[in-house]
T-cell receptor, first 114, second 111 residues
Framework: GAVVSQHPSRVICKSGTSVKIECRSL??????MFWYRQFPKQSLMLMAT?????????EQGVEKDKFLINHASLTLSTLTVTSAHPEDSSFYIC??????????FGPGTRLTVL | QKEVEQDPGPLSVPEGAIVSLNCTYS??????FMWYRQYSRKGPELLMY????GNKEDGRFTAQVDKSSKYISLFIRDSQPSDSATYLC???????????FGQGTRLTINP
């Protein structure tokens, strides 16, 4: 299947700092990517749709000024958590569609805000 | 009512057993159905993908879709401890890209 990578896999930061997470499609191009967050023992919650060349589309209740998304190229989307706080600690996962109606997920990034 | 309902478990079975995981969905417009496996602290891995009613088999895994009753299943034969993970069903409208997930079922296969 298609490969999606994320970097970093784990990050620990102090409260108030900003953290950037990268999502790359390694062997295919993706005009759209998706960002999810997942709390322990819960399912994935879609945060936003990242669109190459245009603004991201955010789900209801997700603060777009806090979670900045940039889809810089057909293989790279970044999620920046600005002024992170402990409640932002979570597992962040990206995905990219490949082929007809299938999506492939990155390995996830575990964010811990102290 | 959630668009996709899935029993979160946990489900614990002995090694070698046949495992049945199930989801129901509410919108008959959903056209494509997927099962993902997620190990702890990892991203979901696509296991099975299907778009028509009936069965699709891949090794020890069989995905079953019944569109008339809006019911999807994943069967795992000869279950192994390495199958222990959370299994997520997902569906999507034709032409759309945004997946709708079930809650996920935590499965443990005991040696």
């Amino acid at each position: 299947g298609a490969v999606v990578s994320q970097h970093p896999s784990r990050v620990i930061c102090k409260s108030g700092t900003s953290v950037k997470i990268e999502c790359r499609s390694l062997d295919f191009q993706a005009t759209t990517m998706f960002w999810y967050r997942q709390f322990p023992k819960q399912s994935l919650m879609l945060m936003a749709t990242s669109n190459e060349g245009s603004k991201a589309t955010y789900e209801q209740g997700v603060e777009k000024d806090k979670f900045l998304i940039n889809h810089a190229s057909l293989t790279l989307s970044t999620l920046t958590v600005t002024s992170a706080h402990p409640e932002d600690s979570s597992f962040y996962i990206c995905s990219a569609p490949s082929g007809k109606d299938t999506q492939y997920f990155g390995p996830g990034t575990r964010l811990t805000v102290l | 009512q959630k668009e996709v309902e899935q029993d979160p478990g946990p489900l614990s079975v002995p090694e070698g057993a046949i495992v049945s995981l199930n989801c129901t969905y509410s919108n008959s417009a959903f056209q494509y159905f997927m099962w993902y496996r997620q190990y702890s602290r990892k991203g979901p891995e696509l296991l099975m993908y299907t778009y028509s009613s009936g069965n699709k088999e891949d090794g020890r895994f069989t995905a079953q879709v019944d569109k008339s009753s809006k019911y999807i299943s994943l069967f795992i034969r000869d279950s192994q401890p390495s199958d222990s993970a959370t299994y997520l069903c997902a569906t999507v409208f034709q032409g759309a890209q945004k997946l709708v997930f079930g809650q996920g079922t935590r499965l443990t296969i005991n040696p």
